[in-house]
């Protein structure tokens, strides 16, 4: 059973067009996590939520934001993507309580044309 | 983030043999560690973590050995088998909730 769900798998947008990738978790978990990823680079953390806390990475550009209404839902908003912003897009979950390890989901891989 | 590298971005080794992956972090204060396996097309799943105070940790065909004086951590990889054939990550954090990974290493299997 799919625990960190990832949607769409494949988004392509538009130079400049805003766009947003979703993220929902089964597995409530307290903090939630957007990574970039970018071909053969590793992960790079843009920002987090611990609850309802955004914990945003300092050199996480302010194209990029986010929204979490909810335990079991957060969303990253890309407002004017770039040609730079193509990527694998990674959202993460994890719980402070007991293990601590992250849970990943599939990603979404963002095409801007 | 800080800084947390790997020695060797392609390891390819034969079916059978053992694996070494290492990973180099930067940041003293960090004090636990998770081992990553992706596939191509997959997020990162989650192979074995170790907490600062310990040394060594076994799983299944996988130990993670940790050096704190150096700053290394190592993930070892018994008898390589073709589905273990993946990228491998190391990612580190340091008390708060941001976990930073590491370049990465490509392990591919050789039949």
């Known amino acids: 059973d799919a625990m960190v769900i990832q949607n769409p798998r494949y988004q392509v947008t538009q130079f400049g067009k805003p766009v947003t990738l979703s993220c929902s978790q089964t597995l409530n978990h307290n903090v939630m996590y957007w990574y970039q990823q970018k071909s053969s680079q590793a992960p790079k953390l843009l920002f987090h939520y611990y609850d309802k806390d955004f914990n945003n990475e300092a050199d996480t550009p302010d194209n990029f934001q986010s929204r979490r209404p909810n335990t079991s839902f957060c969303f990253l908003d890309i407002r004017s993507p770039g040609l730079g912003d193509a990527a694998m897009y990674l959202c993460?979950?994890?719980?402070?309580?007991?293990?601590?390890?992250?849970?990943f989901g599939p990603g979404t891989r963002l095409l801007v044309l | 983030g800080e800084s947390v590298g790997l020695h060797l971005p392609t390891l390819s080794v034969q079916e059978g043999d053992n694996s070494i992956i290492n990973c180099a972090y930067s940041n003293s204060a960090s004090d636990y560690f998770i081992w990553y396996k992706q596939e191509s097309g997959k997020g990162p799943q989650f192979i074995i973590d170790i907490r600062s105070n310990m040394d060594k940790r076994q799983g299944q065909r996988v130990t993670v050995l940790l050096n704190k004086t150096v700053k290394h951590l190592s993930l070892q990889i018994a008898a390589t088998q073709p589905g273990d054939s993946a990228v491998y990550f190391c990612?580190?954090?340091?008390?708060?909730?941001?976990?930073?990974f590491g370049t990465g290493t490509s392990l591919t299997v050789i039949p």
């Open positions: 993460a979950t994890r719980s402070t309580q007991g293990r601590e390890t992250q849970y």
């Open positions: 990612a580190e954090n340091y008390g708060g909730n941001q976990f930073y």
